[in-house]
């Protein structure tokens, strides 16, 4: 499976961006798929995840009632909708696809599948 991610751009804090992520190879429908970020000199963090087990949605504490995570089956893609940004959500962000248990949506390592990333700049 490639994942192809794109959305990403400068926008003022208060604004929001709206992230795709488009799958070739494989269907989006047999796994979990995440978002993911990582800031210049910060490690790889878990933003929003979407469980394949329970179709559940689960999302950093960071992002809760901000960011939303969907699927577009149709597609075969993934968006994250990112309302009201703010500085500190700057970063590179990735999509990802895999098939971690629920207790372990937020671990990147249980993603098998990376997209190429799309930065976000948030200016204030």
């Known amino acids: 499976v490639q994942l192809q991610a794109s959305g990403g751009g400068l926008v003022q804090a208060g604004g929001s961006l709206r992230l795709s992520c488009a799958a070739s190879?494989?269907?989006?429908?047999?796994?979990?798929v995440g978002w993911f970020r990582q800031a210049p000199g910060k490690e790889r963090e878990f933003v929003a995840a979407?469980?394949?087990?329970?179709?559940?949605?689960y999302y950093d504490d960071s992002v809760k009632g901000r960011f939303t995570i969907s699927r577009d089956k149709a597609k075969n893609t993934i968006n994250l909708q990112m309302n009201s940004l703010k500085p500190e959500d700057t970063a590179v962000y990735y999509c990802?696809?895999?098939?971690?248990?629920?207790?372990?949506?937020?671990?990147?390592?249980?993603?098998?599948?990376w997209g190429q990333g799309t930065l976000v700049t948030v200016s204030s």
């Open positions: 990802a696809a895999g098939g971690p248990i629920v207790s372990a949506i937020s671990r990147s390592e249980m993603y098998y599948y």
């Open positions: 190879g494989g269907p989006f429908s047999s796994y979990s």
């Open positions: 979407s469980a394949v087990q329970n179709m559940r949605t």
